[in-house]
């Protein structure tokens, strides 16, 4: 028994005494309860282990929750002050643990919860914990849609027979009618050919696949449509990188330190998915060979090896095993079942029937499993010689064990007592777990996510959360249908897309004479089909296809770096994912982050997507290739008729094509100004000192992606080391080759010209910068030799068109000679307006050339609604 400090041993003594004469009244215990013990729980306690949190899973708000504690046991024992754990950490005994975190209560206060405990810590009975929490009602999940049996409901009937095209109708239709809402009519067959071609391949139909479509008269002519899209190798293509938002797909590690930051092999998974879905693979052996291919191949499918890429392609958190195994438990129980086991890492699940012991029976294997870096398969995994149950990790701590665990499936899906896995680590017994036609949630959220994908919303709203917080399904009974029939017709992919994009609801019009915006804002009930924008990857593989630039020759096959000039021809699921720096441009058009597990995608409408569309010399070149498709000899009418068929599938309207010859001509007139050009150009030359003036001015040919040179390497064997960067650069090897930043001005008016010449070296002579007008001749010059310099010129009248050359030379010797030269730039030009302009800001790459008048008629379309969204 340890010895209680003086103070709180007197306030004991204090309490005792005013309570002893009533200690066997029950309006006394509560009168205590209620005055001194309940407001130091509220005040100190309950924030943190009430209701809404449970901090190291213990709940302080009910006697029950009190006795129960945590994983270290009991928190109070009744009458016994002096072996109840909270006590211990109120006193600061314990240094692992003490509370409150913010200090020490006072000795009064300790010895309030010392006297309580030692009466039998009374808790009146009508204070019962909050119902919210299903700590409160253990049994709640038991009633949960998702953890139901899948079986297949009857077909709900409807008076409008004429919209039936598939059972999945009935339950769309029931649902309106049941609301006296009203369907939209069916799409027309050209509006539904663009839908369903993006929908299952990413890419629009060419002009002559829908006019084969619309002439079709065969009442299959939309089955066979649908088909021929299913049978296409894009297909994979499409639905893989779906599933690789799923998979938190990237072709690198993070940050890792000092290794090799690079998965060498992360596109053979990629290339397996792709692989996988275009031979209709059933989607359990799907999983299954996503988590224990290694046990269950034959001799010569060393290439299903690559599917574990599934779990070896996430973070790596400087190779924290503990997180590395966190982040595949959390890829495989949202991604394939949508349940958060995750959450109960350090506790048990807040919500949901998952404990902290079921955590760690997954723990355990995927830590009985090792990652070998060998062939035939860098990304496989296999078990250790010797599986293991692992301790649980008390409040998450692997410095803090509890009782060890074996490894299982989850309680809650397997029933009260589940069978500890036999096989080696469990891999395998886990996957068939889930896999399993019995499981109630695996083809539910798979069938959930195709849902989504096609109509853009998915049935339940969160596609990788089926727990008790999530909302129910919009159409439960229509969930269940498209999952047991999933399960039916063999686990089959394809033949779960073909039946949603055969129904009814799928073909409908995405306008409808009904207002419904009150009733259904979301159009949840789907009285129409939903518009949707195009994703990252759709709309650039579109802008490449209908330029007749897409590559389509090959499937699969290593990563390509997208932002790489010359821009790759390559569809953009072969992008190269860097997951500790994801190119802006997938950030800008919402593309899914590799970090973790991605349920799905936002969708946001910001001005730097347009402005991608307007500026970008990926999507000006294509205009200008779009634009070039046409014949030299067409009419203005027939190559606006071309370029219309390859954008929209379709023949313009004769009011667009009036549109297009008045856009036209006004471009013509108005030739392009130089809107994508810069003041700003870099190069060499050589100064002329009699003249004051800079002679055979060079542009730099060579750009390294941060500065521009002579060539591929320095020295350059024609200009030798000249070169210029955003800061300054380095002079040539001779006065004929200065480095020349060259500002050209935009109109008439007069400069000033600020800025400061370094050369930072401690060795060398130094650098001469020269400012140098092709009107005034020389302006300026300094020397700067070990030191900074200031570069002033106060007024400079300017001529539009006139170019100032900050040239920078080596004097006698080039050795040393790397200086830096920022200059400002202020401009007022003669009708009073100023402009300013700095060298850093306006330091640039290559710039696109100013397109034809075709060309941006062409880049006008590729702006367009028709074309940036699906219908």
Same mark, same amino acid.
């Given at each position: 028994?340890?010895?209680?400090?003086?103070?709180?041993?007197?306030?004991?003594?204090?309490?005792?005494?005013?309570?002893?004469?009533?200690?066997?009244?029950?309006?006394?215990?509560?009168?205590?309860?209620?005055?001194?013990?309940?407001?130091?729980?509220?005040?100190?306690?309950?924030?943190?282990?009430?209701?809404?949190?449970?901090?190291?899973?213990?709940?302080?708000?009910?006697?029950?929750?009190?006795?129960?504690?945590?994983?270290?046991?009991?928190?109070?024992?009744?009458?016994?002050?002096?072996?109840?754990?909270?006590?211990?950490?109120?006193?600061?005994?314990?240094?692992?643990?003490?509370?409150?975190?913010?200090?020490?209560?006072?000795?009064?206060?300790?010895?309030?919860?010392?006297?309580?405990?030692?009466?039998?810590?009374?808790?009146?009975?009508?204070?019962?914990?909050?119902?919210?929490?299903?700590?409160?009602?253990?049994?709640?999940?038991?009633?949960?849609?998702?953890?139901?049996?899948?079986?297949?409901?009857?077909?709900?009937?409807?008076?409008?027979?004429?919209?039936?095209?598939?059972?999945?109708?009935?339950?769309?239709?029931?649902?309106?009618?049941?609301?006296?809402?009203?369907?939209?009519?069916?799409?027309?067959?050209?509006?539904?050919?663009?839908?369903?071609?993006?929908?299952?391949?990413?890419?629009?139909?060419?002009?002559?696949?829908?006019?084969?479509?619309?002439?079709?008269?065969?009442?299959?002519?939309?089955?066979?449509?649908?088909?021929?899209?299913?049978?296409r190798p894009q297909f994979g293509e499409r639905w893989g990188r779906h599933w690789?938002?799923?998979?938190?797909?990237?072709?690198?590690?993070?940050?890792?330190?000092?290794?090799?930051?690079?998965?060498?092999?992360?596109?053979?998974?990629?290339?397996?998915?792709?692989?996988?879905?275009?031979?209709?693979?059933?989607?359990?052996?799907?999983?299954?060979?996503?988590?224990?291919?290694?046990?269950?191949?034959?001799?010569?499918?060393?290439?299903?090896?690559?599917?574990?890429?599934?779990?070896?392609?996430?973070?790596?958190?400087?190779?924290?095993?503990?997180?590395?195994?966190?982040?595949?438990?959390?890829?495989?129980?949202?991604?394939?079942?949508?349940?958060?086991?995750?959450?109960?890492?350090?506790?048990?699940?807040?919500?949901?029937?998952?404990?902290?012991?079921?955590?760690?029976?997954?723990?355990?294997?995927?830590?009985?499993?090792?990652?070998?870096?060998?062939?035939?398969?860098?990304?496989?995994?296999?078990?250790?010689?010797?599986?293991?149950?692992?301790?649980?990790?008390?409040?998450?701590?692997?410095?803090?064990?509890?009782?060890?665990?074996?490894?299982?499936?989850?309680?809650?899906?397997?029933?009260?007592?589940?069978?500890?896995?036999?096989?080696?680590?469990?891999?395998?017994?886990?996957?068939?777990? #889930?896999?399993?036609?019995?499981?109630? &949630? =695996? +083809?539910?959220? /798979?069938?959930? $996510?195709?849902?989504?994908?096609? *109509?853009?919303?998915?049935?339940?709203?969160?596609?990788?959360?089926?727990?008790?917080?999530?909302?129910?399904?919009?159409?439960?009974?229509?969930?269940?249908?498209?999952?047991?029939?999933?399960?039916?017709?063999?686990?089959?992919?394809?033949?779960?897309?073909?039946?949603?994009?055969?129904?009814?609801?799928?073909?409908?019009?995405?306008?409808?004479?009904?207002?419904?915006?009150?009733?259904?804002?979301?159009?949840?009930?789907?009285?129409?089909?939903?518009?949707?924008?195009?994703?990252?990857?759709?709309?650039?593989?579109?802008?490449?296809?209908?330029?007749?630039?897409?590559?389509?020759?090959? #499937?699969?096959?290593?990563?390509?770096? &997208? =932002? +790489?000039?010359? /821009?790759?021809? $390559?569809?953009?699921?072969?992008? *190269?994912?860097?997951?500790?720096?994801?190119?802006?441009?997938?950030?800008?058009?919402?593309?899914?982050?590799?970090?973790?597990?991605?349920?799905?995608?936002?969708?946001?409408?910001?001005?730097?997507?347009?402005?991608?569309?307007?500026?970008?010399?990926?999507?000006?070149?294509?205009?200008?290739?779009?634009?070039?498709?046409?014949?030299?000899?067409?009419?203005?009418?027939?190559?606006?008729?071309?370029?219309?068929?390859?954008?929209?599938?379709?023949?313009?309207?004769?009011?667009?094509?009036?549109?297009?010859?008045?856009?036209?001509?006004?471009?013509q007139q108005n030739p392009q100004a130089s809107v994508l050009g810069s003041a700003?150009?870099?190069?060499?030359?050589?100064?002329?000192?009699?003249?004051?003036?800079?002679?055979? *001015?060079?542009?730099?040919?060579?750009?390294?992606?941060?500065?521009?040179?002579?060539?591929?390497?320095?020295?350059?064997?024609?200009?030798?080391?000249?070169?210029?960067?955003?800061?300054?650069?380095?002079?040539?090897?001779?006065?004929?080759?200065?480095?020349?930043?060259?500002?050209?001005?935009?109109?008439?008016?007069?400069?000033?010209?600020?800025?400061?010449?370094?050369?930072?070296?401690?060795?060398?002579?130094?650098?001469?910068?020269?400012?140098?007008?092709?009107?005034?001749?020389?302006?300026?010059?300094?020397?700067?030799?070990?030191?900074?310099?200031?570069?002033?010129?106060?007024?400079?009248?300017?001529?539009?068109?006139?170019?100032?050359?900050?040239?920078?030379?080596?004097?006698?010797?080039?050795?040393?000679?790397?200086?830096?030269?920022?200059?400002?730039?202020?401009?007022?030009?003669?009708?009073?307006?100023?402009?300013?302009?700095?060298?850093?800001?306006?330091?640039?790459?290559?710039?696109?050339?100013?397109?034809?008048?075709?060309?941006?008629?062409?880049?006008?379309?590729?702006?367009?609604?028709?074309?940036?969204?699906?219908?």
């Amino acid at each position: 028994m340890k010895i209680q400090s003086l103070p709180i041993a007197i306030a004991i003594c204090l309490l005792r005494s005013a309570f002893v004469f009533a200690a066997d009244q029950p309006a006394e215990n509560e009168r205590f309860f209620e005055t001194q013990v309940r407001p130091l729980l509220v005040k100190h306690c309950l924030e943190c282990h009430g209701a809404k949190k449970q901090q190291g899973s213990l709940r302080l708000d009910s006697r029950q929750f009190l006795l129960k504690g945590n994983e270290t046991g009991p928190a109070v024992v009744p009458g016994k002050p002096e072996s109840s754990r909270f006590l211990e950490v109120l006193k600061y005994s314990d240094d692992d643990t003490q509370m409150p975190p913010k200090g020490k209560l006072p000795a009064k206060d300790i010895a309030i919860f010392t006297e309580w405990i030692r009466q039998g810590v009374f808790w009146p009975a009508r204070l019962k914990p909050s119902a919210d929490h299903p700590a409160a009602a253990t049994n709640a999940w038991k009633k949960h849609w998702a953890f139901q049996p899948v079986t297949k409901p009857n077909l709900p009937a409807v008076k409008n027979r004429d919209r039936v095209k598939s059972p999945i109708d009935h339950f769309i239709l029931a649902e309106l009618e049941n609301r006296k809402m009203v369907s939209a009519g069916p799409a027309d067959r050209a509006t539904l050919a663009r839908r369903v071609s993006f929908d299952l391949i990413g890419l629009p139909p060419t002009y002559e696949q829908v006019q084969a479509f619309v002439k079709a008269s065969s009442p299959q002519a939309y089955e066979n449509f649908v088909d021929s899209l299913l049978a296409r190798p894009q297909f994979g293509e499409r639905w893989g990188r779906h599933w690789l938002d799923v998979a938190r797909y990237a072709d690198t590690k993070g940050y890792v330190f000092r290794e090799d930051r690079n998965y060498p092999d992360a596109y053979r998974y990629r290339e397996w998915v792709i692989n996988a879905l275009n031979a209709d693979m059933p989607y359990d052996k799907f999983l299954i060979y996503q988590l224990a291919a290694d046990q269950v191949i034959a001799e010569n499918e060393n290439h299903h090896l690559h599917a574990m890429g599934f779990l070896t392609l996430g973070r790596r958190f400087l190779n924290n095993i503990h997180d590395i195994i966190d982040d595949r438990i959390d890829v495989v129980s949202r991604g394939t079942m949508a349940v958060t086991v995750s959450c109960a890492r350090c506790h048990d699940h807040k919500y949901d029937p998952f404990s902290i012991a079921d955590y760690y029976s997954l723990y355990g294997v995927f830590f009985s499993s090792n990652e070998p870096k060998n062939e035939p398969s860098t990304l496989r995994l296999e078990d250790k010689p010797k599986p293991v149950n692992v301790q649980v990790f008390l409040r998450g701590s692997s410095r803090n064990r509890g009782k060890a665990v074996p490894r299982q499936f989850l309680p809650a899906l397997s029933g009260e007592n589940p069978k500890p896995f036999e096989k080696g680590s469990g891999r395998l017994e886990l996957a068939q777990a #889930i896999a399993s036609s019995k499981n109630p &949630l =695996t +083809a539910r959220v /798979f069938a959930n $996510r195709v849902w989504g994908h096609l *109509f853009g919303n998915p049935l339940v709203k969160t596609p990788s959360d089926f727990g008790l917080r999530s909302d129910p399904p919009s159409h439960p009974e229509l969930l269940d249908y498209l999952a047991s029939t999933f399960v039916e017709h063999g686990w089959s992919v394809k033949k779960l897309i073909r039946e949603i994009v055969l129904s009814g609801v799928y073909r409908q019009a995405s306008f409808s004479t009904a207002d419904y915006s009150d009733h259904d804002p979301e159009n949840r009930l789907l009285s129409r089909m939903s518009r949707r924008r195009l994703d990252f990857e759709s709309q650039r593989d579109s802008i490449l296809f209908v330029a007749g630039q897409l590559d389509q020759s090959k #499937i699969g096959g290593p990563s390509v770096k &997208l =932002t +790489a000039t010359p /821009f790759p021809k $390559r569809r953009t699921v072969y992008a *190269f994912i860097d997951r500790q720096n994801l190119p802006g441009v997938f950030r800008t058009f919402d593309f899914a982050s590799p970090d973790t597990h991605s349920p799905q995608r936002f969708e946001t409408t910001v001005p730097q997507q347009s402005l991608f569309l307007m500026n970008h010399e990926f999507v000006m070149q294509l205009a200008d290739v779009l634009a070039n498709r046409t014949k030299p000899t067409d009419s203005a009418e027939e190559k606006i008729t071309q370029i219309y068929r390859h954008v929209f599938s379709r023949d313009p309207q004769p009011a667009e094509i009036q549109i297009g010859v008045q856009f036209l001509k006004a471009s013509q007139q108005n030739p392009q100004a130089s809107v994508l050009g810069s003041a700003w150009s870099f190069g060499y030359g050589a100064i002329d000192e009699t003249n004051g003036t800079v002679t055979g *001015f060079q542009r730099l040919p060579h750009w390294t992606g941060s500065v521009w040179q002579g060539g591929l390497k320095l020295p350059d064997e024609k200009i030798g080391w000249a070169f210029l960067n955003s800061k300054g650069g380095h002079p040539g090897n001779d006065r004929q080759h200065a480095a020349i930043r060259r500002w050209t001005a935009p109109a008439d008016g007069v400069l000033s010209i600020s800025g400061q010449l370094k050369h930072p070296s401690d060795k060398g002579d130094g650098v001469r910068g020269t400012i140098i007008s092709s009107r005034s001749g020389k302006v300026s010059e300094w020397i700067s030799q070990k030191n900074q310099t200031a570069t002033r010129v106060e007024k400079l009248a300017v001529k539009r068109g006139d170019t100032i050359d900050f040239t920078t030379d080596c004097r006698t010797s080039p050795s040393f000679d790397s200086f830096e030269w920022r200059v400002n730039l202020k401009f007022n030009s003669a009708d009073k307006s100023s402009k300013t302009w700095d060298s850093v800001s306006g330091f640039h790459g290559p710039l696109p050339k100013p397109l034809t008048a075709w060309g941006r008629y062409a880049q006008v379309l590729l702006l367009s609604n028709e074309f940036t969204f699906v219908d």
